[in-house]
C-alpha cells in the first residue's frame, strides 16, 4: 500500500467512526496534535482517538491538496481538509477548514503515522 493510500484510508475511517489508533506507530515519541489537543505517546492517542470517536457522529472529511513524499521507510504529507462533525453530547454541529500534515514511517511493511498535525485558522484572525 502507498502512503497516499494509507493516508486515504485514515480518512475513511475517520467518516466511517471506525478505529483510528491502529493507524498510529507504538511509542512514547509519537505525537498527534488536533485542533484543540496534544497528545503524546501511543497510549495517550488510543485514549483521545477512542473518545473522539466515541462523542462524534456524522463525519464529513473532504481532502483537496494531498501531497505526499515517500522514501523507502519514511513518508511525510501535508493536505487541505474540510471537516465536519455532530458532537454527540450536546448534539451541535462543528465545521473547519483545516490543515493537515505529518510524518509516516513504514513498521512491519506496515505504514504508521509517527507524528501528525491538524490546525485551522480561527474565521476572525484577519
Same mark, same amino acid.
Given at each position: 500500500?502507498?502512503?497516499?493510500?494509507?493516508?486515504r484510508?485514515?480518512?475513511?475511517?475517520?467518516?466511517?467512526?471506525?478505529?483510528?489508533?491502529?493507524?498510529?506507530?507504538?511509542g512514547?515519541?509519537?505525537?498527534?496534535?488536533?485542533?484543540?489537543e496534544?497528545?503524546?505517546?501511543f497510549?495517550?492517542?488510543?485514549a483521545?482517538?477512542?473518545?473522539?470517536?466515541? *462523542?462524534t457522529?456524522?463525519?464529513?472529511?473532504?481532502?483537496?491538496?494531498?501531497?505526499?513524499? @515517500? +522514501?523507502? %521507510?519514511? $513518508? #511525510?504529507?501535508?493536505?487541505?481538509?474540510?471537516m465536519?462533525?455532530?458532537?454527540?453530547? *450536546?448534539d451541535?454541529?462543528?465545521?473547519?477548514?483545516?490543515?493537515?500534515s505529518?510524518?509516516? @514511517? +513504514?513498521? %512491519?511493511? $506496515? #505504514?504508521?503515522?509517527?507524528?501528525?498535525?491538524?490546525?485551522?485558522?480561527?474565521?476572525?484572525?484577519?
Amino acid at each position: 500500500m502507498t502512503v497516499e493510500a494509507r493516508i486515504r484510508e485514515y480518512y475513511e475511517a475517520l467518516r466511517a467512526g471506525e478505529p483510528l489508533s491502529p493507524f498510529f506507530a507504538a511509542g512514547e515519541d509519537v505525537v498527534k496534535f488536533g485542533i484543540t489537543e496534544r497528545l503524546t505517546g501511543f497510549e495517550e492517542i488510543e485514549a483521545g482517538l477512542r473518545d473522539q470517536t466515541r *462523542t462524534t457522529t456524522d463525519w464529513t472529511v473532504e481532502s483537496s491538496n494531498l501531497r505526499v513524499v @515517500e +522514501r523507502a %521507510d519514511h $513518508a #511525510w504529507f501535508s493536505d487541505d481538509v474540510a471537516m465536519a462533525w455532530t458532537h454527540v453530547p *450536546t448534539d451541535r454541529g462543528l465545521a473547519f477548514d483545516t490543515r493537515w500534515s505529518g510524518t509516516l @514511517e +513504514r513498521r %512491519d511493511g $506496515a #505504514w504508521l503515522f509517527v507524528g501528525m498535525h491538524v490546525s485551522t485558522v480561527p474565521e476572525d484572525a484577519f
